[in-house]
Structure formats: structure tokens, C-alpha cells
């Protein structure tokens, strides 16, 4: 299978560290779609993914599958044995609900931020830019930082007593957050504690190879 994608970005670092999760970078080639050039706004790259964003994964049929969260559902569904979307109805309700609950209340309010408040992509790419709007959804992305230093004061992952794929997207968030040097506060010692541990993990720490692009 093949992942379209930007080696350093914060949403597909979500895709890149589900396959390593599965074991699965054997059978994954990635390819560089170049975000600064605006490939992924393209005719041929629409054509795979009419959202124009990255990743998009492509199988071996010509089946195109866009969005992280459908992403990592069908790799961590590829062996029967799921480990980072849950294994009981409960499970995979909670996990759910704290993997779209980390792109509302952080990851996207960060790329809101990013697209808006920032040069972002580039004028070539940011056709539209409400600078206001995009410094309200920074202060949005600050209070869900708030809300998951609370919920990691409780338990020791994102969605309860295990690893899985709503840490992941909130890795995504603070990837991107420290990309644009947003700091998650001071006073959030638990999210600060828990991300520094997740950034020993393999899968976050190996996810872009030497020969990838750096930017
Ligand atoms: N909802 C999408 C969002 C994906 C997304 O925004 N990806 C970024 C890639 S990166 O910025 O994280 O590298 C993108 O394509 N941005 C380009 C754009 O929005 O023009 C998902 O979950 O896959």
C-alpha cells in the first residue's frame, strides 16, 4: 500500500506512527506530495482526495482512503487484532469520541491557527486568511490543552488504561503545536509528563527517516 503524504507533517505523523504501531512499515511505501508547492491542490491530486489534504492512503485495488481516523481504523483492522482502535463496543465508543474530541478541541483548532494566524502554507496555498479567527481557535487549542492535562491527571493514556489511537491524535496536536511554538502550559505537568513519554515510543520517535524531506 502506498501513503501519500509530508514526511514532517502533524497529521501525517498520526498515520506514520499507527504503522509502526501495527509493524506495518514493510508494507507501506510513502510518497512526497509537496504541501509548500501546493501539489495537494492540484486536479491529479484532487482526484485521490477531493478534502486536497494529507495523508491519503492507496491500496493495491485503487481504493483511495483520506482522513487519519479512516486511515488508522483500516490498518489497525488489517490483522484481526485491534490495539489502537479498541476491542469492545466500550472500548471503541471511548476511543472514538477522545480521538475526534483531540482534533476538535486541538489538533484542528492548531491548523485553524496555522492556516489563519500564520503565513501558513504560503499566499499561493492560503487563498483566504481571518486572522482573528485563527487566534481564537490558538486560544481554543490552549483550553483543550487544559482539558487533557485533566484527563491525563486521571489515567495514564487518552482514552483510559491503554495506548491507542486518541493518544495518537493528540500527539498529532503538540507535534504541531511545537512546530509552531505554541508551549503547552506550565502548569500542565501531566500532558507534559505523558507527551514526554510518548515521544520515547519507537513509533513517534523513528517516524521520519534520515533520507525523508526535512521540512
Ligand atoms: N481531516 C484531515 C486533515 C488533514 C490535514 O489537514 N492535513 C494537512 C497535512 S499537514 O499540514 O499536517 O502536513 C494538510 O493537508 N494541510 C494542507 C492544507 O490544509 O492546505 C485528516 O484528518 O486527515
Redesign the pocket.
Known amino acids: 500500500m502506498k501513503i501519500h ?2 514526511a ?5 505523523a ?1 498515520v506514520r506512527i499507527a504503522i509502526a504501531e501495527k509493524n506495518l512499515r514493510p508494507r507501506v511505501t510513502f510518497v512526497s506530495v509537496n ?1 509548500r508547492k501546493g501539489e ?2 492540484k486536479p491529479e491530486f484532487l482526484a485521490k482526495n477531493y ?5 491519503v492512503l492507496e491500496l493495491e485495488d485503487g481504493t483511495f482512503i ?4 479512516a486511515i488508522t481504523e483500516y490498518l489497525d483492522a488489517l490483522d484481526g487484532a485491534p490495539v489502537l482502535t479498541g476491542r469492545t463496543p466500550r472500548e471503541k465508543g471511548v476511543i472514538h469520541m477522545m480521538n475526534k474530541r483531540a ?1 476538535l478541541e486541538l489538533l ?1 483548532a492548531i ?1 485553524v491557527y496555522f ?1 489563519h494566524a500564520t503565513p501558513g ?1 504560503g499566499p499561493e ?1 492560503e487563498i483566504y486568511q481571518n486572522a482573528e479567527w485563527g487566534l481564537r481557535q490558538r486560544d481554543k487549542a490552549v483550553r483543550g490543552m487544559h482539558y487533557f492535562d485533566g484527563i491525563l491527571k486521571q489515567q495514564p493514556f487518552v482514552a483510559g488504561e491503554a495506548f491507542s489511537m486518541a493518544d495518537i491524535a493528540v500527539i498529532g496536536g503538540l507535534i ?1 503545536a511545537d512546530l509552531l511554538k505554541l508551549p503547552v502550559p506550565a502548569e500542565c505537568e501531566a500532558l507534559r509528563a505523558w507527551y514526554a513519554r510518548m515521544q520515547e515510543r519507537p513509533s513517534v520517535k523513528n517516524r521520519v527517516t534520515m533520507s525523508e524531506p526535512a521540512d
Not at 51 to 55: A, I, N, V
Not at 66 to 69: H, N, P, Q
Open positions: 503524504d509530508w514532517t507533517g502533524p497529521y501525517p498520526r504541501l495537494h491542490k478534502s486536497g489534504t494529507l495523508p483520506g482522513e487519519c481516523t482534533e484542528d491548523s492556516h502554507l496555498v504541531f
